[in-house]
């Protein structure tokens, strides 16, 4: 029975990590599997489990059982494949493991960072929204009572609310939208995928995500190559991974350019995938057989700079913001607040 969805990257990274904990313990996948079950409390969890654990004991192999659940990525299912095939299953799931909790991470720092100003706003409007559609009606009460008018801006924001208040119901249509635009972006895997072709050529955000596609091509060739893959075929799986089309144009030049006759290093400078410092590394890494160990090092270095230019862009939202807000609010008040001080100044 097919799963009704792929598992999470989080998901993954802790099954492929407890798989190689069997594995390197010297346990056969079926064993381990069995193991795994009578571990997991979620019912869920052991549903999906029971369902790679029927086909092992039918003496089929791993990546046809894992394939058989449904709950896999493909890219996954291709490497527990040439994992089996070389015989370096456990350093495959490992690799795995260390992938798909990098790709977590990443996931997680972006939700973080979008979800601040997305509540940061929603915030204002609620805000705004009750002065001028609770606060600024008893105002006028006031200055009617005392025989005067509020400023011809009061009197624009009251009138904004009175129109508010006239249709509400299309304001909370609106809202409701909204929120399930946020839902869709944030939730539905293609709602992501979109978001990030939009943030990816979005001028703001465009460096960041290309950090990123760079960083998931660096850690993809990493785990092709430490898998035992060449490079070429390693372009190829890593080509599945990167959801940036600018990078995955560039990947595909780099293809072609190897098909040409360049070595890995000439045809990674040609499609300036990376920098020309990373392209150097690539280089020295191709020329003492270290290939494996120099991506691993630009995933890395990617990751960090991915993650200081989140926080840095959070660190200008944040106070941007609170900003924003505390001056809107301020001038809604003191559009209100003084002319009625001197009023109450001139009667007494």
Do not use: W
């Not at 990590?17 to 346990?27: D, E, S, V, Y």
């Not at 709602?191 to 960083?215: C, E, N």
């Not at 070595?263 to 040609?270: N, V």
């Amino acid at each position: 029975m097919k799963a009704q969805r792929l598992l999470s990257n989080y998901e993954i990274s802790v099954f492929c990590r407890q798989t190689t904990m069997l594995l390197k313990a010297g346990i056969a996948p079926a064993l381990g599997i069995d193991i795994l079950i009578q571990d997991t409390e979620d019912p869920k969890g052991r549903a999906l489990l029971e369902r790679i654990q029927a086909p092992l004991h039918e003496g089929a192999s791993y990546h046809d059982a894992v394939e058989q659940s449904g709950a896999f990525p493909e890219y996954m299912l291709n490497m527990i494949s040439i994992g089996e095939q070389s015989g370096t299953l456990d350093t495959v799931m490992d690799n795995l493991a260390n992938y798909y909790e990098h790709e977590d991470n990443i996931r997680t720092n972006l939700k973080s960072a979008l979800s601040y100003p997305v509540i940061m706003i929603a915030m204002m409007f609620i805000v705004i929204g009750v002065l001028i559609t609770q606060v600024l009606p008893i105002f006028s009460q006031v200055f009617a009572q005392l025989g005067t008018s509020m400023n011809a801006f009061s009197q624009s924001l009251l009138s904004l609310g009175n129109h508010l208040n006239d249709y509400s119901v299309i304001l909370f249509a609106f809202i409701a939208v909204i929120v399930l635009l946020f839902l869709y972006f944030s939730k539905v895997e293609r709602g992501r995928q979109q978001f990030a072709v939009f943030a990816s050529r979005f001028g703001p955000t465009r460096a960041l995500y290309d950090g990123i596609a760079a960083g998931r091509f660096a850690n993809g060739m990493h785990l092709a190559l430490s898998s035992g893959m060449d490079t070429f075929n390693g372009l190829d799986m890593t080509l599945k991974l990167v959801e940036n089309k600018a990078i995955a144009a560039k990947i595909e030049k780099c293809r072609k350019l190897i098909i040409e006759g360049d070595s890995f290093p000439e045809a990674l400078t040609k499609a300036e995938i990376f920098s020309k410092l990373y392209s150097r590394m690539v280089t020295v890494g191709f020329r003492s057989g270290s290939m494996d160990i120099v991506m691993k090092q630009i995933a890395e270095r990617y990751e960090r700079d991915t993650d200081r230019r989140i926080y840095s862009i959070i660190s200008v939202l944040e106070p941007t913001l609170v900003i924003i807000l505390s001056l809107i609010v301020g001038m809604i008040l003191l559009s209100v607040i003084l002319p009625l001080m001197g009023i109450m100044s001139s009667i007494g």
